[in-house]
């Protein structure tokens, strides 16, 4: 069975950091990439932070410079690491395979709160 396994989320203070960590259970797809996408209450989902096939990464401009997206292939586990959390990070992130041939797959989500 198919999994994407994210785990980290939590409550901090804000200027505190988390570190997200996604675990990819069984063969998913051809990937041309891994990325975390977050949603906030009441507003849509946004493409936070990718890391293509070859090693690319990309941020969205809110989060440069605080978080760092980062593969383990051995352990088959994607990371994100927030550093320098504000009370607008505050989201349900999701882990999600992105897909050559097949339609992207998205983990459960993870919850991170960030109080003021």
């Known amino acids: 069975q198919v999994q994407l396994v994210e785990s980290g989320g939590g409550s901090v203070q804000a200027g505190g950091s988390l570190k997200l960590s996604c675990a990819a259970a069984?063969?998913?797809?051809?990937?041309?990439?891994m990325a975390w996408y977050r949603q906030a209450p009441g507003k849509e989902r946004e493409l936070v932070s990718s890391?293509?096939?070859?090693?690319?990464?990309g941020y969205a401009d809110s989060v440069k410079g605080r978080f760092s997206i980062s593969r383990d292939r051995a352990k088959n586990t994607l990371y994100l690491q927030m550093n320098t959390l504000q009370p607008e990070d505050t989201a349900v992130y999701y882990c999600?395979?992105?897909?050559?041939?097949?339609?992207?797959?998205w983990g459960q989500g993870t919850q991170v709160t960030v109080s003021s």
């Open positions: 999600v395979a992105l897909c050559t041939y097949t339609s992207d797959y």
């Open positions: 890391s293509s096939s070859i090693g690319n990464t």
């Open positions: 069984g063969y998913i797809c051809n990937l041309r990439g």
